[in-house]
């Protein structure tokens, strides 16, 4: 497997967007600007002093409307990392409580002259929606079933750690497709790079029209594991679920379930993936999650830290009238 070469052009023609709503409108040698832009984050993260003060003066708010551990602290600890102010809003003690739209929130936060907005909410396209309405470059950090770009850059970052290059890498993504923004930004993003996605669920879990995503679609984890270079598990999204998806989650584990011995159907150096949070015995076992040498899980995390600098980074060039970036 031979690594690709995407080139890109100098200056703001790189990354000529305004903000990350979606991987959807990325060109590949996009995607390869920013995995080449948060390696130089990886490799401070790595060392004994962390901070660097390009983004000192900024203030960058993250508006959280649904729960997170993992996005919300590496933006959080991403932002800090590069000199910025960083601002959590506390939604639950918010006027949102009080009844507050959506749009007249953004607004409050833009009148606060925020340098950057990173907002997660459950509904598809809310960011979008504060997008339009706000001055500065806004991330989204997941809304609803629609996209999670950063999870799937740091996915890709944490991928081309391991194996160099996407050309031809058979990908499983198993679980609850149905629901899962991850998978969406992921088959976005894997597939723009050239790899080879196949995605797997009970027939209730997988949305009507994926193949239109240039996946292949798999029923049997069996079959959709056989040769696998790379396995990302998902999570069943039961908040996101009326009524009965599965029969059970015992039946589930038994039929979809990662275990060592299913692993095995998988290349010999397969990757396992998972975004978090894991349903341990559910979707995937301990013993698989854990696997040293093979699980990348806690490396995802700490290549969503250096991911969401370079992302942090670079969209606020333009602010900061980096040459070069106008
Ligand atoms: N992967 C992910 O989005 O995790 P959190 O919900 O903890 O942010």
């Not at 396209?125 to 001055?135: C, E, H, S, T």
Request: glycine content about 8%.
């Amino acid at each position: 497997m031979t690594a690709p070469e995407y080139i890109y052009p100098e200056g703001r023609a790189a990354f000529p967007h305004d903000g990350l709503v979606g991987i959807a409108g990325l060109a590949p040698h996009e995607i390869w600007f920013l995995l080449d832009e948060a390696q130089q984050w990886v490799e401070l993260n790595r060392g004994a002093q962390k901070r660097r003060d390009m983004l000192s003066g900024l203030t960058i708010i993250n508006a959280f409307f649904e729960n997170s551990t993992r996005t919300l602290l590496s933006f959080e600890i991403a932002g800090k990392r590069l000199g910025a102010d960083v601002v959590n809003m506390a939604v639950a003690t918010s006027s949102v409580k009080k009844g507050e739209t959506l749009i007249d929130t953004a607004m409050t936060l833009n009148a606060m002259r925020a340098d950057a907005i990173v907002i997660r909410h459950s509904s598809s396209g809310a960011v979008q929606l504060i997008a339009d309405k706000v001055d500065c470059p806004v991330l989204n950090a997941g809304d609803g079933q629609h996209e999670h770009p950063t999870q799937a850059l740091l996915d890709a970052l944490t991928i081309r750690h391991a194996k160099r290059a996407f050309n031809g890498l058979r990908v499983t993504i198993c679980g609850d497709i149905l629901h899962s923004r991850v998978a969406r930004s992921n088959i976005l993003c894997l597939t723009s790079l050239g790899a080879d996605v196949r995605v797997c669920a009970p027939p209730a879990l997988m949305p009507a029209d994926i193949e239109r995503m240039n996946v292949t679609v798999f029923h049997d984890f069996d079959a959709a594991l056989a040769g696998a270079d790379v396995v990302m598990m998902l999570r069943l999204q039961m908040e996101r679920m009326e009524g009965q998806f599965i029969p059970s989650p015992r039946e589930y584990r038994h039929l979809y379930g990662l275990s060592q011995e299913r692993l095995q159907l998988a290349e010999s150096n397969a990757l396992v993936m998972h975004p978090g949070p894991m349903n341990r015995g559910i979707e995937i076992e301990s013993n698989v999650a854990d696997m040293i040498g093979r699980s990348q899980i806690t490396t995802q995390v700490e290549m969503g830290v250096a991911m969401r600098m370079a992302c942090l980074e670079v969209l606020t060039r333009k602010g900061r009238k980096m040459e070069g970036w106008a």
